[in-house]
C-alpha cells in the first residue's frame, strides 16, 4: 500500500542560499577580517543594528512582528489554523568579543530563508512558523547568559537585573534597554502581571539550529547533529588557598602549609574524580580555566597563596551535585593534610536542559525523509534552548562545524571558494531539515492557542 507522506519533501534551490548569504552579509558589518566578529548585546551599532536589519528582512517578506519588553523579535508567518499552537525557531545576533560569523545568526537566517523557501513554493503549513532572535545570549556584555530569554521566561528578576552594569559601557542595563527603544518600567509591569514577558503557552516546539562549538560531526562525517541535552554546569571562579611561606630548602616537609601544593592536588584529585564518572558511563567534563600564585611568590619560596577557577559540566544534574560533593570533601581532606584554608568562593550553577522526545523524533522522522544523515550528540555549550526546555518542547539542530574553533574568526560553516553556501552544503541541508518539519507539523495540537492573539492580549493596554 502507499502510503502518502505528508505532504511532500521541502526543497530550496540557490536562490534560497543566495538570500542565506544576502543576509549574513547585512550582518558583516560588525566583522574585521582577522580578528572576526564584535557584536555587542544591547548597544547601537552592535545587536541593535543587526536586529533591526533582520526585521527590515522579515517586513520584506510580509511577516508581522512582534517585539516583547525585553527585546526579543517574533516574525510571524501565519499558517491555516490559526488557533493551533506556533512552531517556533531563532536563535540570537549578539557576539563574544572577537567571534565567528555564525555562532547564533545562522538559527535566525535558517528560519528567514525556510519562509523565503515556502512562499517561493506556495506553501502554508498548518500551525504558525515564528522566527526568533533571542536578544543578548553571550555573556561578555552583562556577564550574564541568556538575558533576552531569561528576562522572558521569569528566571531573571528584571527590577534587579535593571541595575546590572554593561562592561563596555559602565551603564545600566535599565538604560540601554531604553536606548535600545525599549521601556524598563513596561517591562517590568508585564512580568509582574504576567509572570513572563511572551505567551509560551501557546508554543508547540522550539527548535534551535546552531553551529557547532567542536569537530564532532566533522569528525564523524555527519553533517548535522540532534542534541538530546544541554549541559549544566557548576563554576567557581575565585577559589583561594592560603598557607604559610618559609624558605624552600629549609622548611621541613612535613610542617609546610603550601598553598600551591593543595591547589595542584584539588585540581588532580578532581581530575580523578571526573574520569571515574566518565569510566562509568556518566556525562562529565572538568576543567581548571585559570590559575595564578600569590604576588609573593619567589622561586626559593614555598607558596602561601594560590587561586584557581573551576568548572564542571554535564548533560546530568546528579552527576554535577555529586561532583560538588566531591569538590567539598577534596577540599576538606586537603585543608588537614596540607594544613591550608581553602575558600572555595563563589559557586554559580547552571541546570542542565533535557530536549524533548517529541521534538528530537520529529526532526529524526523529517532527516530520514529527506536522506540527510544525523546523529544525536550531547551540547556541551549552553544556549536558548537550555530556557526554552523548562517552558516548551525544545529541540536543537547543530550544523557541522569545520575548524571547531568555536567563538573565533576561524569558526566555518563549509562556504564555497566563492563565498556561497552550496544546496548540497551542511548550512542547506539544516534548512531544508528544518523546511520539513514545518510543513510536516509538529506538537501543534498539544498545546492550542495563536500565540499573537495571546501576545496582543499581554501587551494591550491596562487602562490604568
Ligand atoms: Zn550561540
Redesign the pocket.
Known sequence: MYIYMKPYPFEITSDQMIYAENLFALLDNNWTEGQGMNRPAYMAEGENRAINDLIKEGRKLGLSIRTDAAGNVFMIYPGKNPDAGALLTG??VDSVVNGGRY??PA?VIAGLTVVHALMAQGITPDQDFIVGIYRN??SPSFKQVSVGMKLASGSLDPAEFMERRHTHTGHAFRKHLQASGLDPERLIDIFKRHGELIPFSSIAAQIEI??E?ERELSDQDTPLGIVTAIRGNYRLPGVTIKGQTGHSGAKSFEKRQDAGMAKNRLVSELYDEALRLRQSGRDIVFTEPYSRSGDSAKLTHIPDDAQCALEVRSTEDSVLKDFLSAIHRVSDDLQHQHNVMIDLGNIVYSAPATMSQTVIDAIGHAAQQIHIKTMLMPSG?G??SAEFAKKVDTGMIFIAQKTGLSHRHEEDMGRDPDKTFSCEGDFAKAITLLGQIVVNGLNQNARPGSFVKKFDEMYAPTGI
Open positions: 536563535s540570537h555562532d547564533g538559527g545570549e553571550e546552531h553551529i562549538q555549550a544556549h536558548d
